[in-house]
């Protein structure tokens, strides 16, 4: 799940923001993490929150205080005939009083440079209301249609037609016209 602020396209100069693995994250960071993706969408997941796991998270503090999160963890994506090592952004919030202020583009960013730097491509899945945003930021919808390779098989996915975007990187040419599939995970498959 990923949602971006409204109107966030730059980034407040006082804006820090800090990356860490999943490892690194003490139990309280953790906890605060979960607790505002749960404030932020009304229809969170336990599979959602561990979707959002073992990668690399970009934090926001404000006082003491995180107000916002997302997250990059590797998946695979499938197309034309390969396996991408991809950047899957996950769990992108920002707190409601906080929103417009730029902090979600500074998280993007980080994660983005991440994703330049270590992966195929990017890819996420995006509400209606932050497609414009990612768009901003050179996200390109996906046109092709959506599929999982799941313990039964290769399996459509047309609820998610329309809602993925790709971040695409010099080292996998894409075809956003053609399908992609998506691997294997419990809750939400994109």
């Not at 929103?99 to 993007?108: L, S, V, W, Y």
């Not at 390109?140 to 999982?148: D, I, K, N, T």
């Not at 799941?150 to 894409?174: F, H, K």
């Amino acid at each position: 799940m990923t949602e971006a602020p409204p109107n966030a396209s730059t980034t407040p100069p006082t804006t820090e923001v800090r990356i860490a693995h999943t490892s690194d994250l003490d139990t309280t960071t953790l906890k605060a993490a979960r607790t505002l993706l749960y404030d932020v969408f009304d229809d969170m997941t336990t599979e959602d929150w561990e979707h959002a796991l073992g990668g690399l998270h970009a934090l926001v503090h404000e006082n003491g205080d995180l107000i916002g999160h997302a997250s990059v963890v590797q998946r695979r994506l499938l197309h034309g005939g390969r396996a991408l090592r991809c950047g899957y952004v996950e769990g992108v919030g920002v707190r409601a009083d906080r929103r417009g202020r730029g902090h979600g583009a500074a998280m993007m960013a980080a994660l983005e440079r991440v994703i330049r730097g270590g992966y195929d491509l990017g890819a996420l899945g995006a509400s209606d209301e932050a497609a414009d945003f990612y768009a901003s930021r050179g996200w390109q919808l996906w046109r092709g249609r959506s599929w999982a390779l799941t313990p039964d098989g290769l399996q459509r996915t047309p609820d998610e037609d329309g809602c993925i975007y790709v971040l695409p990187t010099t080292s996998a040419p894409l075809d956003l016209d053609t399908d992609l599939t998506c691997d294997w995970r419990d809750g939400d498959l994109w």
